[in-house]
């Protein structure tokens, strides 16, 4: 076979409530509306004598406490009685750790590629996905989905589908989801009078004073965003502009108030 390139993109979070905790799955039960970005990690992949896997970040070697992918092939392997051998290097260009689902996207975009080289109906990304990890079937298609429950997830088909401009900002300082959720699950944390569609973000708050900083700084812009709040468990905030005129100049402003900030203008699929 020759070279195949996938490109695996992000998503975020436009809103997220916590219902409650289950204490069957011992996991948080969530409703959330989620949009997928193009904003991508780019996965190549071409056949090979045994299994390699490689992550790449600006050209440097990085590597990952939890290989999705090798979790993805392993499960893939072992249900579908194959044994898979492929040289797979990937460039991250999606921040890990903060919310924008890079691993749970690579996982999907994997499947999907194994199904297609195996000869496998894609339907079953299905019943496939949510056995690799929670948020990986939300990679099936570009469309929006929304998540009520743990493993229920819903297609939305928007009446007048585009890409619209937004901005990821990307703190230094990264979030710990179990440590969220724990924060959360115990409320240790304050409700303030922050105006959030994301439960978890009072939780950020609690534990990353960077988040809070950078958080509290672009609430001085709130009247200008379209939207504005954390993705997922964070600490990624994204931010859209009701209009395009004051947009270089809030930028501007951000990277003056903090100019280590890593900033990324992206769409997101609506």
Sequence with gaps: MNKIQIYSPAKINLNLK???FDNNSRKHKLKSR????KLCDV???IKSKSLNIKYHKLNKKIYLADDIIKKTISYFDKKYKKKSSFNINVEKKIPVGYGLGGGSSNAASILKFLY???KINPNNFWIDAPN???DVLLFIDQNPKMIDGI???KRIKPSKP???KIFIIIPNQKNLTKDIFLNFKKKQYHHTNIKTKNDLTYSSRALNPEFTRIYDFLC???DDFKLFDMSGSGSSIFVSFKYAYVEKSIIHNIHEKFPLLRIEKSYYFS
């Design 18 to 20: 916590v219902i409650k």
């Design 34 to 37: 989620v949009s997928i970005l």
């Design 43 to 45: 996965i190549q992949i």
């Design 116 to 118: 297609s080289y195996y």
């Design 132 to 134: 690799i990890g929670s």
């Design 151 to 153: 493993k229920s997830i």
């Design 162 to 164: 585009r890409w619209k």
């Design 220 to 222: 001085n812009f709130r």
